[in-house]
């Protein structure tokens, strides 16, 4: 089976939003001249591309014997179940179910998730959440890479 490998970017509208927002930026340094204008549009654009694109390149992967998940690698071996989550339990699981133990890489843009059994006795997570706009895919990855799926 191919790897899984998932980037979590940010929605198209958040581009567009701070798009909008170095232009209103544009806007209130007008009145300060040409050169303040340039700068502040540069700094503006420049800051906003590094806060969305830091924020989006979090990635969920399956490789070899490894769970990647942000900066999380948890071996398939300390994995147990693997269940993929509609919108309506990811909500769940993310608000009044949520155990403040659990490892979460959350995206709030992503209503999908997969929460994954943590079944180290070593670890006291008792699960991963991972919001994922493919929780079927990312199930099926799992289930098929764990070592006593053979």
């Known amino acids: 089976m191919k790897p899984y490998d998932e980037r979590l970017t940010v929605p198209r509208s958040w581009w567009l939003m701070a798009l909008l927002g170095v232009l209103l930026l544009g806007f209130a340094l007008v009145p300060l001249g040409l050169v303040p ?3 502040g549009l540069a700094a503006g654009g420049a800051l906003s591309g590094v806060a969305l694109s830091a924020y989006g390149s979090a990635r969920i992967r399956v490789v070899a014997d490894s769970l990647v998940a942000g ?5 398939l071996t300390a994995l147990g179940e693997a269940r993929a989550l509609d ?16 490892h979460m890489l959350l995206r709030a843009y992503i209503p999908t998730a997969v929460r994954v059994e943590v079944t180290d ?6 699960y991963l ?6 929780p079927n895919r990312l199930t099926a990855a799992l289930t098929a890479h764990r070592p006593d799926a053979a």
């Open 37 to 39: 204008l340039l700068c």
């Open 71 to 75: 900066e999380a690698r948890i071996p």
């Open 87 to 102: 919108a309506e339990e990811a909500r769940a699981w993310r608000t009044h179910r949520a155990d403040a133990r659990a």
């Open 121 to 126: 006795p070593e670890d006291p997570t008792p």
């Open 129 to 134: 959440y991972l919001s994922t706009r493919q």
